[in-house]
């Protein structure tokens, strides 16, 4: 394939939402609307639900057509390996970190990547969450080539912590 040919998909690109096979609907809704904070914007019965942040009309799709009472997939399977939801500020990860400790919700992980600093933690149904801010894109660490120069070091959850002090 020439570089002509290579097709790039545009910058402004996003990605709008994640549907998720879910075994018990409200379940799902303790997690996502009750810890994260989600809001409902509109049900199917009580066989899917679309949840957002700040009125869009749903980030997240959450169904129980083929998964009703279904037990998590299998870690070493193939699906999806984490959602992952980005924060507007670092104050705005803080609080939600504050939240996540309050409600003795387990965490999986917690990481400095240099790009953005993120929380992991698992909903109901094992499904993997990443919650993170991303630094300025000017503050991105590069390599000396100018490549991105992505790590993963433990996240000082103190310093994080304090901001909501």
């Given at each position: 394939?020439?570089?002509?040919?290579?097709?790039?998909?545009?910058?402004?690109?996003?990605?709008?939402?994640?549907?998720?096979?879910?075994?018990?609907?409200?379940?799902?809704?303790?997690?996502?609307?009750?810890?994260?904070?989600?809001?409902?914007?509109?049900?199917?019965?009580?066989?899917?639900?679309?949840?957002?942040?700040?009125?869009?009309?749903?980030?997240?799709?959450?169904?129980?057509?083929?998964?009703?009472?279904?037990?998590?997939?299998?870690?070493?399977?193939?699906?999806?390996?984490?959602?992952a939801i980005r924060y507007p500020t670092?104050?705005?990860?803080?609080?939600?970190?504050?939240?996540?400790?309050?409600?003795?919700?387990?965490?999986?992980?917690?990481?400095?990547?240099?790009?953005?600093?993120?929380?992991?933690?698992?909903?109901?149904?094992?499904?993997?969450?990443?919650?993170?801010?991303?630094?300025?894109?000017?503050?991105?660490?590069?390599?000396?080539?100018?490549?991105?120069?992505?790590?993963?070091?433990?996240?000082?959850?103190?310093?994080?912590?304090?901001?909501?002090?």
């Amino acid at each position: 394939m020439s570089k002509e040919e290579l097709y790039r998909i545009p910058a402004q690109t996003q990605i709008g939402h994640v549907h998720l096979k879910v075994a018990n609907i409200d379940r799902s809704l303790d997690f996502y609307c009750g810890l994260l904070g989600f809001e409902i914007t509109t049900r199917y019965g009580n066989e899917a639900v679309f949840i957002s942040a700040g009125g869009y009309h749903h980030h997240i799709g959450l169904n129980v057509w083929y998964s009703k009472n279904a037990p998590p997939a299998k870690k070493e399977s193939v699906g999806l390996f984490h959602t992952a939801i980005r924060y507007p500020t670092r104050k705005d990860l803080a609080c939600i970190y504050v939240r996540i400790l309050k409600t003795g919700h387990p965490l999986t992980g917690a990481a400095d990547h240099g790009v953005s600093h993120a929380l992991y933690l698992n909903d109901p149904d094992e499904n993997g969450v990443e919650l993170y801010w991303d630094r300025p894109k000017e503050d991105w660490p590069k390599k000396p080539d100018g490549a991105l120069d992505m790590y993963t070091k433990p996240l000082d959850l103190n310093a994080l912590s304090a901001l909501m002090q």
